[in-house]
């Protein structure tokens, strides 16, 4: 089965910093994959499918790229709202499996 | 409104049996697969298994194979996820989900003696 890795597992970044989360696939995927956010306590929430496709409702400052084995979700300026933890998720055949997350908050 | 409504909190002893639920309206259920996630405490998102509704087409992750069973009743709408005999290490939070970002609220699964 393929593999997600992401990275960093955890970072820490001031109010308006960009912050960039890498999300790497054991083997290609074209641009099979979504990216989630999830709050503490709270339900996921999808930012991003299709590698970089915008979920109706989310920032603008949000944005992915990638294809193939690499992906990146990019936060353009960072918010205090936006302190949570970071998902990738292939999707393109079952098992469609999550990273392990990276945590984000604020310096 | 697109929904997906899951059955309430279960405590349970190991060893007993449990089915939870996930039951969808505002949208064709038999046209969306739907997705059963782990989240154990303090830890990241699993994806356990899909199933097409529509036909009851069942995939499994390698993990979970065997360990757990996903079913389908077009007629009411409503996935299952289901246990034989449930350990402590099933403590966790289940929730159900489409691929297009519709989730459950979550349903809190805890095992203990």
């Known amino acids: 089965d393929i593999q997600m890795t992401q990275s960093p597992s955890s970072l820490s970044a001031s109010v308006g910093d960009r912050v960039t989360i890498t999300c790497r696939a054991s083997?290609?995927?074209?641009?099979?994959l979504a990216w989630y956010q999830q709050k503490p306590g709270r339900v996921p929430k999808l930012l991003i499918y299709a590698a970089s496709t915008l979920q109706s409702g989310v920032p603008s400052r949000f944005s992915g790229s990638g294809s193939g084995t690499d992906f990146t979700l990019t936060i353009s300026s960072l918010q205090p709202e936006d302190v949570a933890t970071y998902y990738c998720q292939k999707y393109n055949s079952a098992p469609w499996t999550f990273g392990q997350g990276t945590k984000v908050e604020i310096k | 409104e697109v929904q997906l409504v899951q059955s309430g909190a279960e405590v349970k002893q190991p060893g007993e049996s449990l089915k939870i639920s996930c039951k969808g309206s505002?949208?064709?259920?038999?046209?969306?697969?739907i997705a059963w996630v782990r989240q154990m405490p303090g830890k990241g998102l699993e994806w356990m298994g899909i199933?097409?509704?529509?036909?009851?087409?069942?995939r499994y992750s390698p993990s979970f194979q065997g360990q757990v069973t996903i079913s389908a009743d077009k007629s009411i709408s409503t996935v299952y996820l289901q246990w034989i005999s449930l350990k402590a290490s099933d403590t966790a939070m289940y929730y159900c989900?489409?691929?297009?970002?519709?989730w459950g609220q979550g349903t809190k699964v805890t095992v203990s003696s």
């Open positions: 083997q290609g995927i074209s641009n099979s």
């Open positions: 989900a489409r691929r297009d970002g519709v």
């Open positions: 199933i097409y509704p529509g036909d009851s087409d069942t």
């Open positions: 505002g949208y064709s259920f038999t046209t969306y697969w």
